[in-house]
């Protein structure tokens, strides 16, 4: 795939120095990127060291004969660490009051969110949160997070922008305009200060702020990935055309109609980002919706990566791609759309597959990890072993044990 | 006078008597053939796995199940060989909103909650139901052959609910399951006291709930006691009474206090669950099931000790802070309350996750065995077919592969408790209603019609 690099600034606090270094012996290595086969992981000072058949004494071993061994999975679209609990408005943080696309949300992210350990312990060691929509064509910036739920926060910031397109209260044609036009702004500015920019009457008349024109400047200039909401096939088409027109680093979330553009889609290299149980036809841009969405994009070649409509169980991008499984994805295919592949279209450095080189995040799995029945016997982020307890399970520990057994 | 009695039997009739009912089922299976599915794996809905047995279907019925079983028919017997296959019961959802919320979600079709009073017990969410919801067929699919459909979570009270059989027609006492009884949506906690407290009205508060529906029952104990008190006159002297004046809110929750009607209630909280025991208590009725029960884990022996089921998700939480307490054991805690005598349903409340009740239920046990149970998935099937058949009173015709019970039963390609299975046949009333072998049989919704190419349906 031709993708325009990715100029983010990685902000990487990482301190390995004291980690014991941990040989994984014997695994079923679904690394991510290639076919699975069995063999050893060495990981040392934080990342993956070597695969293979290792004659290598570790510190730690840990004997994975028989389980299966994948990258730690990746949420592309997810609220982690910056809302708490949806209807209270006091433990959210993904709505701006007067930022527009130059709104982020990263400095909200609590590394002690509850759903930090909990979609940990379920499989998800680094995800993508992003603001919530907004009656703009483009909301806001997401930023990348590696849930090891350390107070020096590691990830990357606003290294994606969330738009929309479809059914609203106005017209979606008067959208596109305006998407268009905020784009073009962006790329005022490459030559001009943004001083300037926020002179011009689009800019004036939204109230835009020197931030809201530096991230338009990002992606209209620089390749920052641009996710945009849409389903019905005719927003999917023109989106094509002004990825195509503006050379956009652009990916598409929804898709529900895509079938019926899917030669289109395919051609644009433009890769998706869908939820694979969700085959209502929740509005009239969604009535193509299956269950075989997921099959019928990668059987085309389109890259996927998964959604889901549940807030808090991120992890459930797990069941959603063992769906997707069952109704004709290719298996490999949804593991990459769990890891590999989200790593690639977002940039994500030296994370989501099982690489010599890169950072060890990984999970060991009791059984087959798109099964929802199974979780991670071991989770390691950064090639540190996570503790898997959560919230979640102290509650159960302790009302477990005043149950009534006899 | 004639005419004012004549009035009163019908109220009575409306409240009391379920058959002859206003809005009564009219649905009719369709004359079933004999049916033998041969050398099948099946979970049968009582707890048992029964591997290689044959069942026999026959006028709608489950005619027999063994082992090697010699049919002596002499009409055309539909026969399967279904080795390798898995069969369970029919699936059963006892928290729908489909045809009250249908697709597409327009604001046209928001028919679920009737948010304009805090106590609207004589609204029936039947009345709502749009027959031509896309989502029955989809969670015909996903094996679901029964559901009952309630009125949102607005009121305290917010209406009857009904169950229907996913079977597809243009009315609604069409889809109506024959003779099942009424259900009485009720709801604790935040929705209620959100819903009317932002319009500075009451409840605002959880207390003010508790208060809600004391003052509902108070009122119903006294029509009750008023109609009674007038049923039992002789002839002549209910000449010369008036008989009470017909309220359709009275109609329903008498028909609670008269044990006619379930009390199905939306409740999160422990706390709130048990105080909503003692209401029951104080006013002599029973709940029958505790919805949603985010913290049924931590009064399942209570729960178990009152006989009311929890019906639950697998593992939804977060949403709002009295969902805050999730436990993925949740369900099998409820399950194993008092040494197994507990009632745990895995119900939807989603028009997605009413496709894939298997898998919810798989995620259920899994946790569950996890923490130290020992729960057979035979026994964790229960959850989604006999112990919802319980809860909406339908048990004695649906819910488990006994003989004599209505031929509700689904064929998967293989065992249902993994993420990989499919709904491969479904039957109700011995008919097949979808195959997958046949996507012809595929019930299209007038909706689905020619709406995407007019040549097509929009599934196709």
Redesign the interface.
């Known amino acids: 795939m031709n993708r325009i690099h990715l100029i983010t600034v990685f902000i990487f606090s990482l301190s390995f120095t004291l980690n014991a270094d941990i040989l994984i012996k014997n695994g079923n290595i679904y690394s991510g990127d290639s076919a699975p086969f069995i063999g050893d992981i060495y990981i040392k000072d934080g990342k993956i060291h070597s695969i293979g058949s290792l004659n290598i004494k570790a510190t730690k071993e840990i004997d994975a004969q028989g389980k299966i061994v994948t990258p730690g999975f990746i949420a592309p679209m997810t609220s982690i660490g910056i809302v708490?609990?949806?209807?209270?408005d006091v433990t959210r943080d993904d709505e701006s009051d007067y930022l527009n696309m130059g709104f982020s949300i990263f400095r909200a992210y609590n590394p002690n969110s509850?759903?930090i350990p909990w979609n940990r312990a379920n499989g998800i060691t680094s995800a993508i949160s992003i603001p919530q929509q907004t009656s703009m064509p483009l909301a806001g910036m997401g930023s990348y997070f590696i849930l090891d739920g350390n107070m020096n926060i590691s990830g990357s910031k606003d290294m994606m922008m969330l738009g929309r397109i479809g059914a609203s209260s106005g017209s979606r044609s008067e959208d596109l305009d305006l998407l268009e036009n905020l784009i073009n702004l962006g790329k005022l500015a490459k030559n001009r200060p943004y001083e300037k920019v926020i002179e011009s009457p689009i800019a004036v008349f939204f109230e835009l702020l020197i931030q809201d024109i530096e991230a338009l400047d990002k992606v209209a200039n620089e390749g920052l990935p641009l996710v945009i909401k849409a389903n019905r096939a005719s927003d999917i088409k023109h989106l094509i055309d002004i990825k195509n027109k503006y050379k956009l680093n652009m990916i598409l979330a929804g898709v529900e109609d895509a079938p019926?553009v899917i030669d289109e889609l395919a051609a644009s290299e433009i890769p998706v980002i869908i939820n694979p149980?969700?085959?209502?036809?929740?509005?009239?841009d969604?009535?193509?919706s299956?269950l075989e969405l997921s099959a019928l994009l990668s059987n085309a070649g389109i890259t996927v990566l998964f959604d889901t409509?549940?807030?808090?169980?991120y992890h459930?991008i797990r069941?959603g791609a063992?769906?997707a499984?069952?109704y004709g994805m290719d298996y490999l295919d949804a593991i990459a759309g769990l890891s590999t592949n989200v790593a690639n279209v977002f940039g994500l450095k030296d994370r989501g597959s099982i690489t010599k080189g890169h950072y060890a995040d990984i999970a060991i799995w009791e059984s087959d990890p798109?099964?929802?029945?199974?979780?991670p016997s071991y989770i390691f982020i950064n090639g540190i072993e996570s503790d898997l307890t959560t919230r979640?399970?102290r509650?159960?520990d302790r009302?477990?044990k005043k149950?009534?057994?006899? | 006078m004639r005419y004012r009695n004549l009035i009163l039997t019908i109220a009575l009739s409306f409240s009391f008597i379920t058959i002859g009912a206003p809005f009564d089922s009219t649905y009719a299976p369709q004359n079933s053939p004999i049916i033998f599915l041969k050398n099948a794996n099946i979970y049968d809905g009582e707890g048992n796995e029964l591997l290689g047995y044959d069942l026999l279907v026959k006028n709608g019925q489950i005619q027999a199940i063994g082992k090697n079983l010699v049919i002596n028919e002499t009409g055309k017997v539909l026969s399967y060989d279904l080795t390798n296959q898995w069969v369970t019961p029919g699936i059963i959802d006892i928290h729908s909103h489909m045809g009250v919320y249908s697709a597409p979600g327009v604001k046209t079709s928001s028919d679920g909650n009737e948010s304009t009073s805090p106590v609207t017990a004589d609204v029936w969410a039947e009345h709502s139901v749009w027959t031509q919801d896309p989502q029955f067929s989809l969670a015909l699919q996903g094996g679901v052959t029964t559901f009952h459909v309630l009125p949102g979570s607005a009121n305290l009270i917010g209406g009857r609910g009904t169950t229907f059989k996913n079977i597809q027609s243009n009315t609604i006492q069409g889809m109506k399951f024959p003779k099942a009884p009424h259900s009485l949506k009720m709801a604790c906690g935040e929705n209620p006291k959100r819903v009317y407290g932002s319009r500075k009205r009451a409840p605002s508060t959880r207390m003010g709930n508790a208060a809600g529906y004391r003052k509902a029952w108070i009122d119903a104990a006294e029509y009750k006691d008023e109609l009674n008190s007038y049923v039992s006159k002789s002839a002549s002297a209910k000449e010369i009474v008036n008989p009470p004046t017909r309220d359709l809110e009275m109609d329903t929750l008498a028909g609670v206090l008269n044990g006619e009607i379930l009390v199905h209630n939306h409740c999160y909280r422990a706390e709130e669950m048990v105080v909503m025991i003692d209401i029951a208590n104080e006013f002599g009725y029973k709940i029958t099931a505790f919805h949603h029960a985010v913290e049924a884990y931590k009064i399942a022996d209570l729960l178990a000790d009152n006989n009311i089921c929890g019906a639950l998700w697998a593992d939804w939480w977060g949403f709002k802070h009295e969902a805050y307490d999730m436990v993925q054991e949740n369900i099998a805690i409820v399950d194993q309350a008092r040494g197994g005598k507990g009632c745990a349903i895995v119900h939807s409340d989603d028009a997605i996750g009413i496709q894939h009740l298997n898998q919810e239920a798989a995620k259920a046990l899994a946790a569950g065995n996890r923490a130290g149970f020992d729960i057979s998935k035979a026994r964790a099937m229960k959850w989604i077919t006999l112990n919802p058949a319980q809860a909406a009173g339908i048990e004695d015709v649906t819910g488990s592969l006994v003989k004599g019970k209505d031929a509700d039963i689904v064929i998967w390609n293989m065992d249902p408790f993994s993420v990989y299975a499919k709904a491969q046949k479904v039957f109700i009333d011995g008919n097949l209603i979808f195959d997958r072998d046949n996507l012809s049989t595929k019930p299209v919704s007038d909706f689905d019609l020619g709406i995407i190419q007019p040549n097509l349906s929009r599934t196709e």
């Open positions: 708490e609990i949806n209807s209270l509850t759903l019926i149980m969700d085959n209502i036809p929740d509005s009239f969604e009535l193509s299956s409509s549940r807030s808090h169980n459930l069941q063992g769906n499984v069952a798109l099964e929802p029945a199974s979780i979640s399970s509650l159960k009302y477990i149950l009534d057994k006899k």
